[in-house]
T-cell receptor, first 115, second 113 residues
Framework: NAGVTQTPKFQVLKTGQSMTLQCAQD?????MSWYRQDPGMGLRLIHY???????DQGEVPNGYNVSRSTTEDFPLRLLSAAPSQTSVYFC??????????????FGDGTRLSIL | AQSVTQPDIHITVSEGASLELRCNYS??????LFWYVQSPGQGLQLLLK??????LVQGIKGFEAEFKRSQSSFNLRKPSVHWSDAAEYFC???????????FGSGTQLTVLP
């Protein structure tokens, strides 16, 4: 049971480069989301999805794109990396339902540095 | 807008001592409240959640939390801390309508032997 898998675990980029952070879950969860974690600020929501083909913006969406073509995968794209996007990124998933639809399963994170 | 305040950035306790981590929230309606724990280099794990009903909720790993509407608080407690409890703890409140959360800035717990 892999749960939520994020790749890569670490990445260093140069300003202006693009990349995709991968997130996959094997629990058939409808809800998936991306958060970024910065020191002293907790986690902030970037984008989320309530099912395949449906995505929406969170609190800090600028500079990031997402798509959800399958239930399992929810990649996060940085189109032109900026130093302000240096952070730890977490993907989370949860299933539809009253009690279990809140983020319950988190990946181990991707540590991203933009030079 | 909803918000969560965790007043204590860092707390140190001795193993076997009791623990209370503070959380204050701001939310216009009845909140859904959560506590998560993050061990070094890992993602977050849900400890417990409050939706309604009994204001004292039990979670995993021996943790409990009490919802106090009059104080807008949802403090996390454990009667006897173990060294393995050393981690960062996040309080969160529901935000929006799509099952998303607003997190506090976290409390780092150190456990002394």
């Amino acid at each position: 049971n892999a749960g939520v898998t994020q790749t890569p675990k670490f990445q260093v980029l140069k300003t202006g480069q693009s990349m995709t952070l991968q997130c996959a879950q094997d629990m058939n969860h409808e809800y998936m989301s991306w958060y970024r974690q910065d020191p002293g600020m907790g986690l902030r929501l970037i984008h989320y999805s309530v099912g395949a083909g449906i995505t929406d913006q969170g609190e800090v969406p600028n500079g990031y794109n997402v798509s959800r073509s399958t239930t399992e995968d929810f990649p996060l794209r940085l189109l032109s990396a900026a130093p302000s996007q240096t952070s730890v990124y977490f993907c989370a998933s949860s299933r539809r339902g009253t009690g279990d639809s809140w983020p319950q399963h988190f990946g181990d994170g991707t540590r991203l540095s933009i030079l | 807008a909803q918000s969560v305040t965790q007043p204590d950035i860092h707390i140190t306790v001795s193993e076997g001592a009791s623990l209370e981590l503070r959380c204050n929230y701001s939310y216009g309606a009845t909140p859904y409240l959560f506590w998560y724990v993050q061990s070094p280099g890992q993602g977050l794990q849900l400890l417990l959640k409050y939706f309604s009903g009994d204001t004292l909720v039990q979670g995993i790993k021996g943790f409990e939390a009490e919802f106090k509407r009059s104080q807008s608080s949802f403090n996390l407690r454990k009667p006897s801390v173990h060294w393995s409890d050393a981690a960062e703890y996040f309080c969160a409140v529901n935000s929006g309508s799509a099952r998303q959360l607003t997190f506090g800035s976290g409390t780092q717990l150190t456990v002394l032997p």
